[in-house]
């Protein structure tokens, strides 16, 4: 049994689109931290396939990208996953940890600001939450404030 995919699997449900979309960056973080160290201990194999793996977790990314609803950011992130994706090739090719860790730095800004829209994505909801009770008030007594009203 692997806890960890267990804890990831509970913390995805109920999760919302901005929360994934930041933890899959934390994943590509996570393979790029795994693909430096592997390059530091000259561990060609596990490189490749941790560099492999933040292409693919990328590749998906790109191809959530809603063009028509998204506008000019979601042409800037298809461009910014274009760039990352030929960063990491150069990487690997270049095995150059100083382009891994720059990848590292440049990926925790954006997941930041995914972040930052998902702490405001809440915040909204619960501000919603808080007047819906008001609004949605069904007692006779509101009803018939309703139906008496001749404006």
Same mark, same amino acid.
């Given at each position: ?18 929360? %994934?979309?930041?933890?899959?960056? &934390?994943?590509? +973080?996570?393979? !790029? @931290?795994?693909?430096?160290?592997? %390059? ?6 596990? @490189? ?7 292409? *693919? +977790?990328?590749?998906? %990314? ?5 063009? &028509?609803?998204?506008? #000019? +950011? ?11 994706? #030929?960063?990491? !090739?150069?990487? #690997? ?6 382009? %891994? ?5 440049? *990926?925790?800004? !954006? ?19 808080? *007047? ?20």
């Amino acid at each position: 049994m692997d806890a960890g995919r267990l804890y990831r699997e509970g913390t995805i449900e109920g999760a919302s689109a901005v929360a %994934l979309v930041a933890r899959l960056y &934390e994943q590509i +973080v996570k393979d !790029v @931290r795994q693909a430096l160290n592997a %390059l530091e201990q000259n561990n060609v194999e596990l @490189r490749t396939k941790k560099i492999n793996h933040a292409i *693919l +977790v990328i590749g998906y %990314l790109e191809s959530q990208l809603n063009h &028509e609803a998204g506008g #000019q +950011v979601a042409e800037d992130l298809r461009n910014f996953y274009r760039t990352l994706r #030929q960063n990491l !090739v150069q990487a #690997q090719f270049k095995r150059s940890k100083l382009l %891994l860790a720059q990848l590292i730095t440049d *990926l925790l800004a !954006v997941r930041e600001a995914w972040l930052e829209v998902e702490r405001a994505e809440r915040a909204a909801m619960a501000d919603a939450a808080r *007047l819906v009770p008001a609004t949605a008030d069904t007692s006779s007594a509101s009803r018939a404030a309703h139906v008496d009203w001749k404006g």
